[in-house]
C-alpha cells in the first residue's frame, strides 16, 4: 500500500519505520528539507519531500504534526489528495479537532498510538515503539459535537476508513481500541493529564517548604518515591501546556474530583480517622492493579 506521512518527527518518524519495513511505500513529507534527509537516512521514509501534493498516489496518510497544526493540514491536504484516500491524525488530543477534521475531509478517522518518550524529533525515531501498546481510534457518529451542542452537521466516520487505519495499527503491533473522541479526552485525562498536573503540584509543594534547611535536607534525601512521583511532572513544559489547552474541561474535570479526594484525606487526618485513611489506602492498592 502506499501510505503518506505528514510530519516525520518521533511518531511520524516511528510509524514509518515500522510500515516500511512491512513492505509498504512510505511517503514522507517534512516541513524541513533537513528532516527529509534524515528520514531518508535511517530508512523511515522511501520518499520524502516538503511538498504534500508528492502524497496525491497515497492510499492513506497518517498526519504526525503538533496538535494545533492537525486541521489546517488536513485541509490543505483536502486539495491536493484524491476523495477516496484516507486520512488518519496521531494527535494525544482527539475532541479539539476529530469533527473539524472530518468536515474538511469525510475520510477522516482520529487516531492516537498511547506510546511515546520523552524526547522528540526524527532521530529518535525507532522499531517497536508502538509493540504491544493501545492505539485507540475514535469515530464520530452522529450531529452532537462533543460539548453536547448540536452543530447541525450529521458526521459519522466511514467503517472501510476506519478498518484501513486498524490494520495499519495492528501492523505497528499495537492493541487496538474504539471510543468516541469525548470518551478518549475524558479517558486520557485520568491517566495521563491529571498524573502531569498531581505530580507538577508536587514538585511545587515540596519546594514550597519555607525552612531552608528542612528543604535542603528533603532535596537530599529524596529517592526513588520522589523519582518515581515526580517524573511526569518534571517533564517537558510544552507538553503539559498542550495537555491544560487542548484538554481544559476534562484536565479541570479530574483536578476538581482529585481536589475532593485530598479535602477527604486532610479531614481523615484531623480528625485522627486511621480506620478510614487504611481502608481509602487498601482500595487504592486493589484498584491500582486494575490500571498498570
Ligand atoms: P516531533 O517529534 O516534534 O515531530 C513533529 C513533526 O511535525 C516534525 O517533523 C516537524 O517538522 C513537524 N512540524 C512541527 N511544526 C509544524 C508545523 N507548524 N507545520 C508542519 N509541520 C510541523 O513531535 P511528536 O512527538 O512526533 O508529535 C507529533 C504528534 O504526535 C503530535 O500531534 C502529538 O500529540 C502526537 N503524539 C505524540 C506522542 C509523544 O509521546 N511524543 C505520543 C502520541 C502522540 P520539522 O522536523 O521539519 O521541524
Redesign the pocket.
Known sequence: MNVGIV??????GCIGLELKANGHEVYGV???QQ?CDQALAVQAVDKANTELASLAPCEVVFV????A??VS?VSQLAQVLSPTTVIT????VKGALVRAATQQWPNFVGG??????SV???E?AERGLFLGNSYVITPVDGAESEDGERDGAELKTDESAIALVEQLAKELGSVLYRCTPAEHDRAVAWISHLPVMVSANLIRSAVSEPDDTVRQLAENLASSGFRDTSRVGGGTPELGL?MAQYNRAEVLRSLKRYQQSIATTIEQLEAKDWAGIESTLEATKAARTRFV
Open positions: 510530519g516525520l518527527g518521533l511518531i511520524g517534512a516541513r524541513r528532516t504526525c504534526t503538533p496538535i497544526t492537525i493540514m491524525d496521531v494527535a494525544s492516537h498510538p498511547m506510546s511515546g518518550k522528540a524529533g526524527i529518535a498542550m
